[in-house]
């Protein structure tokens, strides 16, 4: 079902109240982290990545921010695990060190030394 876009200030008030976050990169956006993926992970929203391996694609298996899927995985087979399979997800990520004061801390940091 698709709709119209969402005004800037509605967006994060439908994520807040969504299960998972489906984020979709292409090849080009692999690497690209942007404010807007920090304030997903800030919501505690689980993200269904689906494209290239990189940046991004580490960030979250490394972070255990949600699932990857790419060409080296099976798209069906993980979502059907993920959605109604013998493997419920389980999401407790610590998202501490990308909290907006841990931020601020590292930014203090920087700017006195």
Sequence with gaps: ?????????????????????????????????????????????FIIY????????????????GIVINDDNNMYNVLVDLFIGKKKKVFYPSIKEYSYTEVTQKLEQLFIN
């Design 50 to 65: 689906i494209g290239p391996k990189g940046d991004v694609s580490d960030f979250i298996i490394k972070n255990n921010f």
């Design 1 to 45: 079902m698709f709709s119209d876009p969402l005004k800037p200030e509605d967006l994060f008030c439908q994520i807040a109240s969504s299960d998972y976050v489906l984020v979709l990169f292409v090849e080009k956006y692999k690497n690209y982290l942007s404010t807007k993926f920090y304030e997903i992970i800030n919501l505690n929203k």
